[in-house]
Each structure stands twice: as structure tokens, then as C-alpha cells.
């Protein structure tokens, strides 16, 4: 009987130790890489601070006097394309330090030419862009999002080349790759969609970068390959920074659309194709999370 109870009592033990799994990557380790990712942005903005760089005050970024404004902007864009790449360099240099350390394993990321499918990037900007029209409702409560990035050609560099770069390298690849090693693809997809959401900071930014990772993520497992994203990545900044453009930076498509017809017809389509491509998502999550589990059968 003592015998008996003591080998329950392992078993009990093991099936903590296994919910627990200390192994690389937990949760602990995700609050480490995203705490790492803030920690690099400051030491970036500090570095760089010494060497006489300076960010214009967001007042003028905002102001009201049209030519401040523009030169703040300009100026802000023209900073940030010497910070953002430092912080972003040290960010995946750390998280790979780290990974390495936690005896983590799993690609850097799918560099596919063969896996590039234009007609799946066109599926994935069409598919943003409905989302975007499904959630504005609920951005719409949320605080105004600041224009971070600025004006012009710095502004164009950072936002649809080196984040589409770095962000999908750091999200798409390090990060789901680590988490699909260990956890399997549902969950590589949900963290680094999380991930993703987090890094951006601004509580709207968040919300919208996280929807917006779920579909990259979707389109990197699906495409096998970190060229789609990084395109279909570089279209959706570019559309923002366009929209900011033009004086549309938080305007809603409802605001934009004054017709109320045309905007419910447009809500109803974007409705549908938001519907449409969860459930295509889902149904191919569902074909991986076999695969992986039943490698032979398939």
C-alpha cells in the first residue's frame, strides 16, 4: 500500500514539474525577452543621446503651427532611423544570447523563396484591411495613437523596410520558432502575436498589432516563409503612413466614408471576409497541430 501511494505520489509530481515545464520557452522567459526588447530601446535612445542625438518634444510633433509641426516631424524621423535599427539590433542579439543560455532551440527564422506566394500576400493585405474596418469600433475608445515615426523619407525607411525587417525577423521568426520547437504551432502562434502586441508600446498600438500578428503569424505558417510577411508587413505600414499623410492618421473609415449606406456595406463585406479567413485559420492550425503530433501519418 505504502509502495503504491509512493509511486502515485511520483506520478503526481512529474505531471506538476511537466504543467510547470521549465524548460525554454515559458512564460517567465516571454517577460524576459519583452522587458529586453524595452531595456534595448532605452539603451539605444541613451547611446545615441550621448553622441548629441536628440528627439524633438512630442508638443511641437502635435502642434498646431503647421511648419513646426513639419519640422518636428522630419527631425523626429530622421532620429529614429539611427535609433530604431540600434535598439532592434540589440533586441535580437540579446534574445538569441538568451535563448542560447536557456538551452532553447528552434530556426531563426523560414527564409523560403519557394514558400513566397503572391496571391497569399494579396489574400493577407485584403484580410488586414477588413479586420482593421471589423475592430475600429472598438479602437475607436481607445487614446489616439501619437505619429511616433514622423514625416518623409527617414519616416518611409524606418516604417515599411526596417521594421517590416527586423520586427518579423524578431516576431515571426525567433519568437515562433522558439515557441513551435517546444509548444507546438497554436501556441507559437498566440505568444508571438502577443509579443508582437506588446512591443508596440501604446495601448492601441497594442490592440491593432496584435490582431494584425495573428494574421502575419497565420501567413508565415501557412507561406513558410518570413518574405511574405515581411512584405505584407511593409504594405500595412505603408497604408498607415500614407493615412498620416494626408491628415487620416486616427481617422475612422466611418469618419472617412460620410455615406452611412456605403460604410454598412462595406462593414458588412469586411465582416465576412474577417469571419472567412479565422475560420480558414483555424481549420489549418488545426491540420498542423496534426501534423505535428502525427508526424508519420502525414
Aim: glycine share 8%.
Amino acid at each position: 500500500m505504502t509502495c503504491r501511494k509512493s509511486r502515485l505520489q511520483k506520478s503526481m509530481d512529474q505531471k506538476k514539474n511537466t504543467a510547470f515545464n521549465w524548460s525554454f520557452p515559458n512564460a517567465l522567459d516571454f517577460v524576459v525577452m519583452i522587458l529586453w526588447v524595452f531595456i534595448s530601446q532605452v539603451a539605444a535612445v541613451v547611446v545615441t543621446s550621448a553622441f548629441g542625438l536628440q528627439f524633438p518634444d512630442m508638443s511641437m510633433v502635435e502642434s498646431a503651427d503647421e511648419e513646426l509641426s513639419l519640422w518636428a516631424q522630419l527631425s523626429m524621423a530622421e532620429s529614429l532611423v539611427i535609433v530604431y535599427p540600434i535598439s532592434m539590433i540589440l533586441a535580437i542579439a540579446g534574445i538569441l544570447a538568451y535563448r542560447r543560455m536557456r538551452g532553447g532551440r528552434g530556426r531563426i527564422a523560414r527564409f523560403s523563396i519557394a514558400g513566397f506566394n503572391p496571391s497569399l500576400i494579396l489574400g493577407g493585405i485584403i484580410w488586414i484591411v477588413a479586420t482593421q474596418i471589423v475592430t475600429e469600433p472598438l479602437l475607436a475608445f481607445l487614446p489616439d495613437v501619437p505619429n511616433a515615426v514622423g514625416r518623409g523619407f527617414f519616416a518611409i525607411l524606418v516604417s515599411v523596410v526596417l521594421a517590416p525587417i527586423f520586427e518579423e525577423i524578431m516576431c515571426r521568426g525567433i519568437i515562433l520558432e522558439s515557441f513551435r520547437a517546444k509548444r507546438g504551432v497554436v501556441a507559437a502562434w498566440l505568444w508571438s502575436s502577443v509579443f508582437f502586441g506588446i512591443i508596440h508600446g501604446q495601448i492601441t498600438s497594442m490592440v491593432n498589432a496584435f490582431v494584425i500578428g495573428l494574421i502575419l503569424g497565420f501567413i508565415y505558417i501557412r507561406s513558410r516563409s518570413i518574405f511574405s510577411v515581411m512584405i505584407l508587413h511593409a504594405l500595412n505600414n505603408g497604408m498607415a503612413l500614407t493615412a498620416i499623410s494626408f491628415g487620416f492618421g486616427n481617422s475612422t473609415f466611418a469618419e472617412i466614408i460620410p455615406n452611412r449606406s456605403i460604410y454598412l456595406g462595406l462593414y458588412a463585406i469586411s465582416a465576412i471576409i474577417f469571419v472567412a479567413g479565422f475560420g480558414i485559420l483555424w481549420k489549418m492550425l488545426a491540420a498542423e497541430r496534426r501534423r505535428e503530433k502525427y508526424p508519420v501519418q502525414e
